[in-house]
């Protein structure tokens, strides 16, 4: 039998005519990510299992020259969902340019059991192979897992179950999680453990395990976000999950039993130049804003922190922490000015001074780490309002440092110092809230309407309508 020819991919969302330069991630170069139409999201909603005919789960197994396990470890697969999946099910045998007898295993196993699937690709690569299937799968979850079996596969229906519900958009098998159970050689584990130290540095990531083969993801979500993953090779499941991370999607984890596959084959060291080699490119696609992920955003409302309740005000934890940080590093950039410019001037004519650049630098990191509001909508006027609160921390350092000059005597650098720090401390709380209410009092919403554009109004309405039965 010959096996079945894997299905087109789906279109790209359209992006403006005539780029000048076509990017990877499906956007030109020369037009910012948000200018592309988004194709948000749907809500989250649980997934139909009552469909006739139509497999709820897709499990693909990417395969090359594994032809001495595959039959064994399929059959095992089939047993299990069989036994313990209570919905309808398929699984595909995806192989990528196999020259051993695994295209003829898979055919086999395709003629002989009802949800078994081949798919024969010519060119090799376990992201090109996920890709392909994935993107022409008619389950509305799509899963993968490596053809050792190597995880448990108790821990299948845990992964699966959160996407099914609607809750999550990922899951993955972390063997990193604290109650994951792992039996492997202290050779793989350090190199395990040490790729994802470099992703949590280098990328901010927040998932605990990029490279466990055992993965899901709802099929809306592959729909989107397939076609800005570059990786065609084994970084494919970590630029899969960085992006999503990045576009605010919930990645569900669930620790695993894993032991080692005495037999694996791949090679370690090319496969972690491939990967240090993506971190670097994703790396540089996030910091220059490459990545259209605003097409991922989920509508305004799904997610609980759009709401706003009485009495509550939002994310003033994390905007407390993020002016603390900032005003740390805009007090030393103030003394350490103070100090240059009172080489050559006065006490007074040096604060002000110094003040004023420290306020410049200190109004736009506030604006964008702090309120998170990104863009230069506005800019200007949000740096104007930040001049009147510099006037209230002027006012307070130069009043104490006028306050010195009764004292009589010479006053010591020491003591100016000192009493600037004071004067800073003092003016700290009515900046922050003069920031919060005054000159960023919606920051989420500039920030959104900054990303998202003409595609995303309902971010940049002044005034929300509070839903039905609840207070905004």
Known sequence: METRPPAAPPPTPPTPPEPSAPS??????????????????????????????????????????????????????????TAGFPYRFRITVA?????????????????????????????????????????????????????????????????????????????????????????RGPRRELISRAYNLLLRGSLATRFSDAQCGFKAVRKDVAERLLPLVEDTGWFFDTELLVLAERAGLRVHEVPVDWVDDPDSRVDLVRTAVEDLR??????????????????????FGDDPRDRELADVPRGLARQLLGFCAVGVVSTLVHLGLYSLFRLGTGAQAANALALLLSALGNTAANRRFTFGVRGRARAVRHQAQGLVVFGVGLALTSGSLAALEP?????????????????????????????????????????????GGAYAPEHTTPERTAPEGGAR
């Open 24 to 81: 990877p991630y499906g956007c030109p170069h020369d037009v910012p990510p948000h200018a592309v139409p988004p194709a948000a999201l749907p809500a989250r909603t649980p997934v139909r299992t009552d469909a006739p005919d139509t497999p709820v789960l897709d499990v693909v197994i990417p395969v090359h020259n594994e032809a001495h396990g595959l039959e064994r470890s399929v059959l095992r697969l089939h047993a299990h969902l």
């Open 95 to 183: 192989d990528n340019a196999s020259t051993d007898g695994t295209p003829e295993i898979a055919a086999r196993l395709d003629d002989r059991i009802a949800e078994v699937v081949a798919v024969r690709l010519e060119e090799k690569g376990r992201g090109r192979a996920l890709r392909t299937v994935w993107a022409g799968s008619p389950a509305p979850v799509l899963a993968y897992m490596d053809v050792d079996l190597s995880t448990d596969l108790n821990a299948l229906l845990p992964v699966v179950a959160p996407l099914l519900s609607g809750h999550s958009d990922l899951a993955i098998g972390s063997r990193l999680a604290r109650n994951a159970r792992v039996v």
């Open 278 to 299: 993506g971190v670097w490119r994703v790396g540089g696609a996030l910091a220059t804003g490459a990545l259209p992920l605003a097409r991922l955003r989920r509508p």
């Open 407 to 451: 004292a009589g005597g010479a006053v010591s650098h020491g003591a100016e110092l000192s009493v600037l720090v004071a004067a800073n401390l003092a003016a700290t709380v009515v900046r922050f809230l003069l920031l919060r209410g005054w000159v960023f009092p919606d920051g989420a919403a500039e920030r959104d309407a900054a990303e």
